[in-house]
Every structure is written in structure tokens, then in C-alpha cells.
């Protein structure tokens, strides 16, 4: 690993890069575009809360000054969710139509896909009360196996723990063998898992997200 490697509270600064590295990385690791390519509206749905809401629980990896990766996390999932719905959501669809996302076939195939996912019962959520944190992971390609996926699990454990915060879940993609040995590594537990229905060529294939919570008494 290199000597300058840090894990660091998130600063306003790093807003551009982090978004970039989410829509660069959120396949497992990789580009969205085999779904979406409005990286923007990809971006808002999975950043603007955590850089403009609670970033006080946004955390980065930092590399010769660089900034490689980060663990957006939330204290408080209900929140979150009021958030999204009743305002991210809204400016994200209307800034993706701006943009021209009506003219896009993939757009109408995200979207049934959302619906079919609906319809088949995946909404990954587990019991709030007892895992009201939650989290997401991301570094970029080139930078991992380093143990600065670890540091910065421990750095918003610490930040759980001292808030008395009872535990911490996430979601991620079934097929993603490496994010999911790497968090049961961290100590996290399978909870459960859901269907997700995701568009590929000219149909869909349909998957799993799993849902993993980790608390201080496991
Ligand atoms: C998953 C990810 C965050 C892990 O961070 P990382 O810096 O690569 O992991 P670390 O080097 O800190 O590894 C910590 C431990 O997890 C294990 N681990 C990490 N990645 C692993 C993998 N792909 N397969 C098996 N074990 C793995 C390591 O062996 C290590 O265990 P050890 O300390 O006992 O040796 C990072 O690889 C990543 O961003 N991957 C792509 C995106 C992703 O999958 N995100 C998470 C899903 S939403």
C-alpha cells in the first residue's frame, strides 16, 4: 500500500469526485452504463443525501492526496428515505428529463425493471429498530485489497458506536462475491435476500440483492 493511504472525514471539496466514483463503480465495482448513462441522475440518487444531507457521516479514502473511495453512511434510514422520496427523487427525474432521458429506450427499460423488481417483493429493508444505520462502499478499481475498505468500516463503526446507534445494514448485489465475502470478513451477517429484475439485451435476468446488518452485540 502506498505510505500517503488515509481514510478521512469527507470534505465539501470532494463532492465532484466522490459522485463520479459512485456512477463509475456501482455494478459491482464497475460503470453503471450497461443500465444508464445520465451519470448525473445516477449520481443524485446515490450521493446527494449523503454529500448534502449527513455529511458529517461521509468518510473518504485518500491516496498521494487523491481521493480513491468512500463509505457514504446514515444514522438514520428513516430520514434518509423521507429525503429521497420528497426531495432528491423529484429534482433528480426532472433534471434526468432536462437532460433528454424521455428520448432514451433505456430509460423505460430502468423503469419496468423498477416495477417488475416491485412486483416480484424486492424491497430489501430490514428491521429498522435494530439496524438503523446503513451504509454503501465503493473504491476505485486500482486501489483495493489494501485494507482501506476496513478502515473505513471502522471508522463509521466508531462514529456508530459513539453515537449509542444500536446496528448498521446494507444491500448488495447477490452476485457480488467479493463485496460479500469482504463484509462478512467485517463481521457483518446475511440477514436475508430479494429478487431484483434487471434489464439485459433485449429482456430481463432476474438477480438478488442481499441485505447484511452488523450490531455491536453480534
Ligand atoms: C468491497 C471493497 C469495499 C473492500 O475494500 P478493500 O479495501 O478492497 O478490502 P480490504 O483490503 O480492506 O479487506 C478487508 C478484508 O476483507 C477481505 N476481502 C476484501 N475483498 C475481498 C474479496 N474480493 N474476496 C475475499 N475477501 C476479500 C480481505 O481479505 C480482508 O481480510 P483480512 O483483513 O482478514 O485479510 C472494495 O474492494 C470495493 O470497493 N469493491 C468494489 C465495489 C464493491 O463491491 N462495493 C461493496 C458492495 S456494495
Not at 461521509?58 to 446514515?74: H, S
Not at 433505456?106 to 444505520?133: Q, V
Amino acid at each position: 500500500m502506498s505510505q500517503d493511504a488515509i481514510v478521512r472525514k469527507y470534505r465539501s471539496e470532494d463532492r465532484e469526485v466522490v459522485r463520479e466514483i459512485s456512477w463509475n463503480t456501482a455494478d459491482k465495482g464497475r460503470t453503471v452504463d450497461l443500465y444508464f448513462h445520465d451519470h448525473e441522475a445516477v449520481a443524485d440518487f446515490l450521493m446527494r443525501y449523503y454529500t448534502d444531507w449527513e455529511p458529517q457521516s461521509l468518510w473518504v479514502a485518500e491516496c498521494d492526496g487523491i481521493v480513491v473511495g468512500y463509505l457514504t453512511g446514515c444514522l438514520d434510514t428513516h430520514r434518509c428515505d423521507r429525503v429521497i422520496a420528497r426531495k432528491i427523487v423529484p429534482a433528480a427525474v426532472l433534471g434526468a428529463i432536462r437532460r433528454g432521458a424521455l428520448w432514451r429506450a433505456e430509460t423505460y427499460r430502468l423503469l419496468a425493471a423498477f416495477i417488475k423488481t416491485a412486483w416480484a417483493g424486492g424491497r430489501p429493508r430490514p428491521d429498522l429498530n435494530k439496524y438503523p444505520a446503513h451504509l454503501h462502499i465503493n473504491l476505485r478499481q486500482g486501489f483495493r485489497g489494501w485494507g482501506l475498505g476496513r478502515q473505513l468500516i471502522e471508522h463509521f463503526r466508531r462514529q456508530v458506536l459513539e453515537q449509542s446507534i444500536r446496528g448498521i445494514h446494507l444491500v448488495a448485489w447477490g452476485e457480488n462475491e467479493g463485496g460479500r465475502r469482504f463484509f462478512e470478513t467485517m463481521g457483518f451477517r446475511l440477514l436475508g435476500e430479494q429478487p431484483l429484475i434487471l434489464p439485459e439485451g433485449r429482456g430481463y435476468k432476474r438477480t438478488l440483492t442481499v441485505i447484511y446488518g452488523w450490531t455491536k452485540e453480534d
